[in-house]
């Protein structure tokens, strides 16, 4: 019996059809497994990611009710950016927010919650968060940067 997974899409055709209906659920499960496992060897240890991400249903809906009304763009970038912070923790990164100047390039800066790792003085991976001022759930690859404060 296929499987279907809440909020995982398959855009354009990525992944096969097999893997997603009958590999993906096994693939998934060991992965849940070896979480569980790290976090019970070691009291210490943080919580596993899927019950992280899981913890933050209730700040995201408190999140949505005050962003929702809001009509200032600086209270909502500062409300957008906190629930950033958490999510972001919830996913294992700090939250460090900065603006990047990309290499060669002095003229423009790209606001940052994160980077990571580095190539040659150049960060691997840079995690940004897309603000949309209409609040009309744009696609996040279609806005606009908003430098930092």
Partial sequence: MPSTFTGIQNENEFYSHHYLAEVFAGDIKETIARWRKSASDSPDAPTTPDRALNSLSRPYR????????ERRNTNRIALQRDWFRQLLTALGYSYEPANHTPTGNDEDEIPILH????HHGTPNLLIL????PEGEDEDPLSLHPHPHP
């Fill in 115 to 118: 980077a990571a790792g580095t």
């Fill in 62 to 69: 408190r999140f949505r009710q005050q962003f929702a009304p």
């Fill in 129 to 132: 968060g897309a603000y949309d």
